[in-house]
């Protein structure tokens, strides 16, 4: 176990936070597609990476009833020896993007690939990055298995990882394959993680939303009204950000196929809460199943939660890094100083792929 804390200061945790899926399971809020961040400086000596735009196709995400398309766009990272080196197999590092974005937006958050060549110019060992698109059509798949959106736990977990072996000079084991994501993109790296152990071999969750179950209480007011109103595809489209989280959520964890033309079940209808609907909800979060994949997460060499001081996500990230804890499973929890997203650039480039050059193997067995 290891916790490092490195704020210079502990400001009061926000009440919410206006990017991503961080109030996916609270109130709506207005929030930006996309977030301006920092670009780090370039390295000196940074050797330029390639970036290739592929279409993957997913027998997992097909006939969906959202009309989701099964060819997605993938965006592969390669080092800068991958050309020059044309015997050589590299580990692949999974890094999935948060909500309202998708891969395109995702490569300009994290500032890619400048942020992966100064890793790698800074000392991490080369590695394949791959940036898949799991955006649909409410703004976000939560990486889960729904017949309303399609099963993009399975597209990321399977379908995609069997491409890029495939196509792509990689070390194809588990221990050489790693998971990260950020906010809607760290629940799905927790989730998929915990389920998929067999597949990856070092996880890293930065700021995952949507850790615990949702209380009893569901949304109502006029969020509520406005939602029953909706009758296609179009006017969700016309919602504000957060009434197309709920969309979202509702798509990914309480799917119905009985109910057209969004295919899903609200937790509140006519005005009445349905706690069946809670409870399906409740269902998908981690901190509510991850005692059921405690083995499956010991299989892990290397785990490792971050989350900025100032977002209002830090207190569940915490507790996931407790519970693993009290399960005596080695990983490590850093609190830095940032918001929901100012930060991630500079971790990604400075911590989240140095983590992945110390914990995955870099050799075939």
Request: aromatic content about 8%; glycine content about 8%.
């Amino acid at each position: 176990m290891t916790i490092k804390d490195t704020r210079t200061s502990c400001p009061r945790a926000l009440a919410g936070t206006l990017t991503a899926v961080a109030l996916l399971l609270a109130a709506p809020t207005v929030a930006l597609a996309q977030v301006a961040t920092p670009a780090p400086p370039a390295v000196a000596g940074a050797k330029p990476a390639t970036v290739q735009k592929i279409k993957v196709h997913s027998v997992a995400i097909e006939s969906n009833l959202e009309g989701e398309s099964a060819d997605r766009d993938v965006f592969v990272v390669l080092p800068p020896g991958y050309a020059a080196n044309p015997k050589r197999h590299y580990p692949v590092v999974y890094a999935l993007h948060g909500y309202s974005i998708g891969a395109e937006q995702w490569i300009g958050e994290i500032h890619a690939p400048r942020t992966i060549e100064n890793a790698f110019a800074k000392g991490a060992k080369e590695m394949i990055v791959v940036l898949p698109d799991s955006k649909t059509v409410h703004n976000g798949s939560m990486y889960s298995s729904s017949r309303t959106t399609g099963d993009f736990e399975t597209f990321v977990a399977k379908d995609l990882v069997a491409y890029i072996d495939k196509h792509y000079r990689t070390l194809a084991t588990r221990e050489s394959r790693g998971l990260v994501g950020h906010s809607m993109g760290g629940y799905g790296a927790s989730r998929i993680g915990m389920r998929h152990a067999d597949v990856f071999g070092a996880l890293y969750m930065m700021s995952p939303c949507c850790l615990s179950p949702r209380d009893a209480a569901p949304p109502g007011g006029q969020g509520a009204e406005v939602l029953a109103q909706v009758k296609s595809l179009e006017d969700a489209k016309k919602l504000p950000w957060g009434l197309r989280a709920q969309l979202a959520t509702a798509a990914a964890w309480s799917p119905n196929p009985n109910k057209p033309p969004l295919f899903l079940d609200l937790p509140v209808e006519n005005g009445v809460a349905r706690p069946d609907v809670l409870a399906k909800w409740a269902a998908n979060a981690p901190l509510a199943f991850v005692d059921q994949y405690i083995s499956a997460l010991a299989r892990y060499k290397a785990i490792a939660i971050d989350v900025g001081d100032r977002d209002g996500l830090k207190e569940d990230a915490g507790k996931l890094h407790a519970v693993l804890d009290r399960y005596g499973l080695k990983n490590s929890f850093e609190i830095y100083p940032g918001d929901h997203t100012s930060g991630v650039p500079l971790r990604l480039q400075d911590q989240v792929l140095p983590f992945f050059s110390q914990n995955l193997v870099f050799q075939a067995r």
